[in-house]
């Protein structure tokens, strides 16, 4: 079946632009997390969904990066303003409420010049 | 804080060698612990978990980790290198909040396999 997919993959944008990063999860998966993944360094999360509840935002590195996820589905990272710190691969997983594992999207790779 | 630590930036090893990519965790309570491998340019991809049971977990493409609770290790493992193994290999653990569970990764060891 289909797995998780994401838009764009690549993303050039001058800095001070807006930016919007979409993701695509697997039917019927519930959950749904954004993480950045910087050169040389790990995966940094950055917020979650589960469900209808209020998503954990604590991962958000400031008030200029913000998500949400419409009807329970498709999910839409925004970051106001882009700075060149911004830069890194933008990844999205998702996975069922039961489940343990992660499955995750092939990223979007935005550079910030 | 709950987290999971891999040392080494990077390991070489010759095809046909045994692997090892070492991973050490620090969690309060039993861990639940996993292994993903991205190969370039693409997303992260499943390889393993350590819930609970039998210490030495058998994964996909061969690979198997042993969890190593007095020396809080989970470690990952191949008998037979393959080139196709070179990838960045994450060791995780999974972080539990009141409503929430977040998978905490490590910064990734990059394997190469040579022929």
């Known amino acids: 079946g289909a797995g998780v997919s994401q838009s764009p993959s690549n993303k050039v944008t001058e800095k001070g632009k807006d930016v919007e990063l979409r993701c695509d999860p697997i039917s019927g998966h519930t959950a749904l997390y954004w993480y950045r993944q910087s050169l040389g360094q790990g995966l940094e999360f950055l917020i979650y969904f589960q469900g209808n509840s209020a998503p954990d935002k604590s991962g958000l590195p400031s008030d200029r990066f913000s998500a949400e996820r419409t009807g329970g589905s498709v999910s839409t990272l925004t970051i106001q303003r882009t700075q060149q710190e911004d830069s890194a691969v933008y990844l999205c997983?998702?996975?069922?409420?039961?489940?343990?594992?992660?499955?995750f999207g092939p990223g979007t790779r935005l550079t910030v010049t | 804080a709950q987290s999971v630590a891999q040392p080494e930036d990077q390991v070489n090893v010759a095809e046909g060698n045994p692997l090892t990519v070492k991973c050490t965790y620090s969690v309060s309570g039993n861990p639940y612990l996993f292994w993903y491998v991205q190969y370039p340019n693409r997303g992260l991809q499943f390889l393993l978990k350590y819930i609970t049971g039998d210490n030495l977990v058998k994964g996909s493409y061969g690979f198997e980790a042993e969890f190593n609770k007095s020396q809080t290790s989970f470690h990952l493992k191949k008998p037979s290198a393959l080139v196709s193994d070179s990838a960045l290999y994450f060791c995780?653990?999974?972080?539990?909040?009141?409503?929430?569970?977040?998978?905490?990764f490590g910064t990734g060891t990059r394997l190469l396999v040579s022929p």
């Open positions: 995780a653990v999974r972080v539990l909040k009141t409503g929430f569970q977040k998978l905490v």
């Open positions: 997983a998702s996975k069922q409420e039961s489940s343990y594992e992660q499955y």
